[in-house]
Structure formats: C-alpha cells, structure tokens
C-alpha cells in the first residue's frame, strides 16, 4: 500500500545560509560533546517558550533551549518538529545529509532575554542550526510503501484494558483446561 510521507532534505554546502527567519537568540552555543552515553547521562533537548515547557524535557529555564548528546540529526528533527526524535530517529525523514549527521554528539544551550513562543525558538533554532551546519532545506512530499493499521468493519476485535492496564475479559470468554 502507498502511503505519502512528508520528507525534509538537507544539504551541507559551503555558502552560508538563506531563506530562513531572523528571529535568533541573544546568546547561543553548540559544542562537540564527546562524553559517553550511560550512567545516567542520555540525549536530551529541550526548550522553554513563553507558552509553557515542551513535554519532553524536564525542567529548562524560561526563554532557553538545552541539549546535551544530541545529534545533528536528533537537533533538526526537534527543531523542525519532525517525527522521530529522541526515542527513534527515522533517518529517512531527512535526506541528503552527511555521515557525521547522526554519529557526532552536540551540547547546546541558547538563551533570550525576552521569552518567545515554542514555536518561534524552534524557528529560531532552525536558523541557529542553518548557520552552524551550513544547512539548506526543503520539504518535498514522496510516496512511500507502508502498512496502516486500522479497525475491521465489524469493529475491533481487542479486549479492553481496565485502569491498571490488565485485560478484561468476559466470564464467558474464559474456559477451564
């Protein structure tokens, strides 16, 4: 079955970047960050908007973005609020990137002084990362093979689960052996 997925490419290129917002923080910093996965340390991003905190992260003050491990591809995919992210990158929602795009590990933080939206800081982390990466991009549409899961026409055929996420099921359904 053909599905349609909304695809992002980035190209690394030499001149500097164009097309994107003006919006930019006061003070910002993106670092190689070579310290080891585990032991309580794990890629995080984050940041804070005068709308609320993104609920993916834990606590980050207000008008800053945090990321620690993170990869080029992990900071994109947040900034552009693709699927993916932390849990599961899908590497092909982002084409055309180098090999370093999803190995190498970032630390950032970036900070402003008078609080924006969520969505004006990951616009304004997209240009940060445009400039940085030297990055371009734009959307395409692409027709992809896929399943999709959805409910028979006489309705599901799974049982429900109660508060404490047991399965209940009817007297008459259980059998003895």
Avoid at 84 to 106: A, C, H, N, Y
Avoid at 129 to 153: K, M, P, Q
Wanted: glycine share 8%; hydrophobic share 35%; charged share 25%.
């Amino acid at each position: 079955m053909k599905q349609l997925l909304i695809t992002m490419v980035l190209i690394c290129y030499v001149a500097p970047a164009s097309g994107f917002s003006q919006l930019v923080f006061d003070v910002e910093s993106l670092k190689p960050d070579t310290r080891p996965i585990g032991n309580g340390m794990s890629p995080t991003i984050g940041c804070h908007g005068s709308d609320g905190t993104d609920p993916s992260f834990r606590v980050v003050p207000m008008g800053m973005c945090v990321g620690t491990l993170a990869t080029a591809q992990m900071l994109v995919e947040y900034a552009f609020d693709l699927p993916g992210g932390l849990s599961r990158s899908l590497k092909e929602t982002i084409t055309g990137r180098p090999d370093w795009f999803d190995k190498d590990r970032f630390s950032l933080q970036a900070k402003l002084e008078n609080p924006v939206t969520l969505k004006d800081m990951r616009t304004m982390l997209q240009t940060m990362l445009a400039d940085r990466f030297n990055l371009r991009s734009h959307l395409e549409t692409r027709e992809v093979d896929g399943y999709i899961l959805s409910e028979d026409r006489n309705g599901a055929k799974l049982d429900p689960e109660d508060d404490l996420g047991s399965v209940v099921r009817p007297a008459s359904s259980l059998q003895r052996s």
